[in-house]
T-cell receptor
């Protein structure tokens, strides 16, 4: 399984763009990159998923360079409600491989 | 209209007791999971079921027994509870067993063993 490394914590002011980078140096050809968000006392929530280049949805953008050894989750104009833990996961499309969550990045948004 | 619902939300019990946590999903998904989140906030998969069939069992003590009566339900029964079982247990589901199929989590059951 590809191991992921991401910052333990980040702080940001409201209205700023936040970029959280995840390293996955041993990502395999069949692996997808997925990000989840977890608020206190809730289960993780799927944010975005990508394989290469750039993916954008109503919540975030995901940038993946050509070598796919890292990825960056971009949250535009964060608000206080974006304070949460963000997990980067790398997994292949194989249902017999357990999906492993790392420690995640704790984002604190300050007014 | 909750997609993945777990009951109870909180569970406080004594060592040695047996308890169950129920999970139901109304998303029509084929695959369901149980995850454990410990005090250090690590999320670890325990079990995965696909169409009522066990496909992942991650070195969980056999005191933990999942039961899937149908593909919309995956219950977790725990025998002889120990202090170390205290954690938050999350149920999740996905469309299928492929990992580009996003997981949908419930809001967790906080189990406290005294």
């Amino acid at each position: 399984l590809a191991k992921t490394t991401q910052p333990i914590s980040m702080d940001s002011y409201e209205g700023q763009e936040v970029n959280i980078t995840c390293s996955h140096n041993n990502i395999a050809t069949n692996d997808y990159i997925t990000w989840y968000q977890q608020f206190p006392s809730q289960g993780p929530r799927f944010i975005i998923q990508g394989y290469k280049t750039k993916v954008t949805n109503e919540v975030a953008s995901l940038f993946i360079p050509a070598d796919r050894k890292s990825s960056t989750l971009s949250l535009p104009r964060v608000s206080l409600s974006d304070t949460a833990v963000y997990y980067c996961l790398v997994a292949r499309n194989s249902g017999n491989t357990p999906l492993v969550f790392g420690k995640g990045t704790r984002l604190s948004v300050i007014a | 209209d909750t997609a993945v619902s777990q009951t109870p939300k909180y569970l406080v019990t004594q060592m040695g007791n047996d308890k169950s946590i129920k999970c139901e999903q109304n998303l029509g998904h084929d695959t369901m999971y149980w995850y454990k989140q410990d005090s250090k906030k690590f999320l670890k998969i325990m079990f995965s079921y696909n169409n009522k069939e066990l496909i992942i069992n991650e070195t969980v003590p056999n005191r933990f027994s999942p039961k899937s009566p149908d593909k919309a339900h995956l219950n977790l029964h725990i025998n002889s509870l120990e202090l170390g079982d205290s954690a938050v247990y999350f149920c999740a589901s996905s469309q299928d067993r492929g990992y580009n199929s996003p997981l949908h989590f419930g809001n967790g059951t906080r189990l406290t063993v005294t």
